[in-house]
């Protein structure tokens, strides 16, 4: 993974842990065959991809509220 993408991804997500979570979900979908949400004309790596794709806004996440975390039980 390039330092840069991480970098810049972590000003979007500021807690790594959540980060690594999108970013591993994002690469498990990219490895099935979903397409990139970013254009590149380098072969990237899927972290990069997905790293690209927070930073420039093309995945978001939301946290549960406590009442959604309620339904689950």
Known sequence: MR?????????VIDDPNILINVVSRRVKQLRQGHRPLVVSL??????????????????IYRLPTAQEMQGRR
């Open 42 to 59: 380098e072969k990237m790596e899927p972290e990069d991809i997905a790293l690209r794709e927070i930073v420039e806004g093309k995945i």
């Open 3 to 11: 330092d840069d993408y991480i970098k810049n991804a972590l000003k």
